[in-house]
């Protein structure tokens, strides 16, 4: 082959040779995983693995007419608001130990968020209304519950304020005004708890 011929070759597989290149190399160099860096790989495997921290859930006494404090695991929050949603979401969820919740079945949180002052505003779904089975105690019952266990296991929060659907209502079932948020009243909880 005379040296033309060989220039002519070499600079064909040349081209070929960072056609190629051009071609692979973004898709060598791009990984379409995850990364995930090593404490959030930790935090988010088995469903076991989750952090846990104690929490108090409050529940109906037997008797009906107080509150009693029970210690629950709910997971841990990395900031106030993301803690208080997951208590709150423990003590929505059905008792695991057969206590009698003071919460109709069904509601669920839309928000919650909170002021420098300490005040939590909870928003929760229309359940709240539609299930509650009405009289001053059960609404009284039902209002503590959320009060306490968002200030007994949230220290940013002093009081708290209950929403519906956004909205401020004047009471639950009649007879507490909720325009204004309500600090916890220990009268509503089983003495020696």
Known sequence: ????????????GLIVGLLLV??????WLTNNRAVV????????????????VKATLFFVSEDGTTLVAEPSDVPFGASPTEQARHVLEAQLAPSTRGRLSAIPAGVTIRAIYFT???DAYVDLSR????????????????IYTIVF????????????????????????AGHI????????????VQKGQ
């Open 127 to 142: 359940e709240i209304i539609t299930g509650h089975p009405g009289g001053s105690l059960n609404e009284a019952l039902t």
């Open 37 to 52: 860096p090593p404490a959030a790989a930790t935090a988010a495997g088995a469903p076991g693995d989750a952090r846990m």
């Open 149 to 172: 266990a968002l200030t007994t296991n949230v220290r940013e929060i002093t009081a708290v304020q209950i929403l519906v659907d956004g909205k401020q209502l004047d009471t639950l």
């Open 1 to 12: 082959m005379n040296q033309k011929g060989l220039l002519a070759v070499l600079a064909s």
């Open 177 to 188: 005004d909720l325009r204004q948020p309500l600090a916890a009243d220990s009268r509503w």
């Open 22 to 27: 051009w071609w692979l190399l973004p898709k």
């Open 116 to 118: 420098s002052k300490g």
